[in-house]
């Protein structure tokens, strides 16, 4: 390579081991001071769990043994809203709840309001049955430690917020989870400190995962619940944006220790579930989504691909960078789960610039699907939004 090539592509790669350190840097601040659930926390107020649920009779009886096995809240209410399922998850909601008087299964066939999503509609109307000054919202798929829940309601008092958002351990079993499954907490450890993110108000610096949420039920009123977030397709991260803008204050918490969920089985439903919501990304914006996709080649391609072809100076820069993505990569994964690192997060780490390829390609799947109005989840139309 002539010198005149080589000065570029030099400073090319020092760049992408700049975003590589800087994202590094982030997640290790974030492993450090990221906040936990209180795995002894009792919760002091009657507390209702919500969970809307459609097609989910394999994967409801687990949360609900979960759920009758929780201590330390005395006034424990829980609804199930079986959302037009097609499986017989009504049925597989009583069988599991075998009488506890605690538990209330709704069945509803009715379809979204125009404008709603299937989700927003049935938390809504799980809503309108809450009496409870602490209200939680599940996903089926959750599986909760003895004190999830009371440690959830104890922080939303603790904290002072109107909302705490506990991040479960995301589960991969496939080859396809163990590449994208890890990139949703890598996304924010390696971008905000979450510390600084839980002091403001700035919708922008929000972050929030509907798997497992806990509101103050006043707060979540006052705004007009999912009522405020009807069509959009991350409800999760706009009703906190909500409450944000409405003056409260929105925290996320670590809580791999008494989460964890296995968000998508295999590569059909990564590529289904992403495609639904990842054209909303960086507001929405396919030129805001070319930005961050070169930001994220520089970073986190180009350096290992020096590594392996560059030579000297360049080599060596690339190296550095690609350490720096996998361990930022690690870092995150270690705060996730809250626990000791398995050879299959490491295999999965090393394969990082393999996992940034995987969430590209969904990115460019998501808008070619929203410009087409092909976007559908559990075989309904979402919500048309310009």
Avoid at 48 to 65: F, G, K, M, N, S
Avoid at 261 to 281: D, F, N, P, Q
Avoid at 311 to 325: K, V
């Amino acid at each position: 390579m002539a010198d005149g090539q080589a000065v570029p592509l030099i400073a090319l790669v020092r760049i992408g081991t700049a975003i590589a350190l800087a994202g590094c840097g982030t997640a290790l601040i974030n492993r450090l001071s990221t906040p936990r659930l209180d795995a002894n926390a009792e919760a002091a107020e009657a507390v209702t769990a919500c969970v809307p649920a459609r097609d989910e009779a394999e994967r409801l009886p687990a949360l609900i043994a979960d759920l009758r096995a929780q201590t330390g809240v005395p006034g424990l209410r829980v609804l199930i809203l079986d959302d037009g399922s097609t499986d017989g998850t009504a049925a597989a909601a009583r069988e599991a709840i075998a009488g506890d008087p605690r538990f209330e299964v709704i069945r509803s066939e009715a379809e979204p309001p125009a404008g709603w999503t299937g989700k927003a509609a049935a938390c809504a109307r799980l809503s309108e049955l809450v009496d409870t000054p602490i209200l939680v919202f599940l996903d089926a798929d959750v599986r909760l430690a003895p004190r999830a829940i009371a440690a959830a309601a104890r922080a939303v008092r603790d904290r002072g917020a109107a909302l705490v958002s506990p991040w479960p351990t995301q589960r991969a079993e496939s080859i396809a989870e163990a590449l994208v499954q890890p990139l949703l907490c890598w996304s924010w450890a390696s971008t905000l400190p979450i510390v600084l993110g839980n002091r403001g108000h700035r919708p922008s610096t929000a972050v929030a995962c509907g798997q497992f949420l806990a509101f103050d039920t006043a707060a979540y009123r006052a705004i007009g619940g999912h009522a405020s977030v009807a069509h959009s397709p991350v409800e999760d991260l706009d009703i906190a944006r909500a409450l944000r803008r409405a003056g409260h204050t929105t925290h996320l918490v670590a809580a791999g220790h008494l989460a964890r969920t296995r968000m998508y089985r295999g590569a059909a439903e990564i590529e289904a579930g992403y495609t639904r919501w990842l054209w909303s990304a960086y507001g929405g914006s396919p030129a805001a989504a070319a930005a961050v996709g070169t930001a994220l080649a520089l970073g986190y391609w180009l350096p290992p691909l020096a590594a392996l072809f560059g030579s000297g100076p360049t080599r060596r820069t690339g190296a550095l960078g690609y350490a720096a993505a996998v361990t930022g990569r690690l870092l995150a994964r270690s705060l996730e789960s809250g626990g000791a690192l398995r050879r299959a997060d490491v295999l999965a780490g090393l394969a990082h610039p393999v996992s940034v390829a995987a969430y590209q390609r969904l990115v460019l799947r998501s808008h070619r699907a929203k410009s087409l109005g092909a976007l559908r989840w559990k075989g309904r139309a979402l919500p048309e939004i310009t």
